[in-house]
C-alpha cells in the first residue's frame, strides 16, 4: 500500500467531510457496517447518489467495500476513522452568527 503525506490524508478527510450526505454516511457507519440500499433508505437519498458518495469515500481511502454473495457491505476502513469523527463531532467552535458559510447546516 502506497504511503501518502499528513497534508493529503487531511486533504482527503476534509474532502469527504465536505459533502453532508459523505458526513452522514460515515457517522451512520461509525454505528454498524451497512448496505448501499439501507444508507439509502435511511439516508433519504437515491441509490444512485448513494453509490456515488460511497465510491467518494473508497477513493480517500475512509471505506471498505466487502462483497458479500450478491450484496456489499459497507464499513469504515479503520477504527481510528470513527474516533477522528466523534473528536471533531466534541469540539467547541467559536462562530460568528454573521459569518456562516454558504449552506451551512446548523
Given at each position: 500500500?502506497?504511503?501518502?503525506?499528513?497534508?493529503?490524508?487531511?486533504?482527503?478527510?476534509?474532502?469527504?467531510?465536505s459533502?453532508?450526505?459523505?458526513?452522514?454516511i460515515?457517522?451512520?457507519?461509525?454505528?454498524?457496517?451497512?448496505?448501499?440500499?439501507?444508507?439509502?433508505?435511511?439516508?433519504?437519498?437515491?441509490?444512485?447518489?448513494?453509490?456515488?458518495?460511497?465510491?467518494?469515500?473508497?477513493?480517500?481511502?475512509?471505506?471498505?467495500?466487502?462483497?458479500?454473495?450478491?450484496?456489499?457491505?459497507?464499513?469504515?476502513?479503520?477504527?481510528?476513522?470513527?474516533?477522528?469523527?466523534?473528536?471533531?463531532?466534541?469540539?467547541?467552535?467559536?462562530?460568528?452568527?454573521?459569518?456562516?458559510?454558504?449552506?451551512?447546516?446548523?
Amino acid at each position: 500500500m502506497e504511503k501518502i503525506t499528513k497534508g493529503a490524508v487531511l486533504a482527503r478527510f476534509g474532502y469527504a467531510l465536505s459533502d453532508a450526505t459523505r458526513a452522514q454516511i460515515l457517522m451512520t457507519l461509525v454505528e454498524t457496517p451497512s448496505y448501499p440500499s439501507e444508507l439509502a433508505e435511511q439516508l433519504a437519498v437515491s441509490r444512485q447518489s448513494i453509490s456515488n458518495h460511497l465510491a467518494c469515500l473508497r477513493d480517500c481511502g475512509l471505506v471498505l467495500a466487502i462483497p458479500e454473495g450478491r450484496r456489499t457491505r459497507y464499513e469504515l476502513a479503520d477504527d481510528k476513522i470513527s474516533h477522528a469523527l466523534e473528536d471533531l463531532l466534541s469540539l467547541a467552535l467559536a462562530v460568528d452568527p454573521e459569518h456562516q458559510p454558504l449552506h451551512a447546516e446548523h
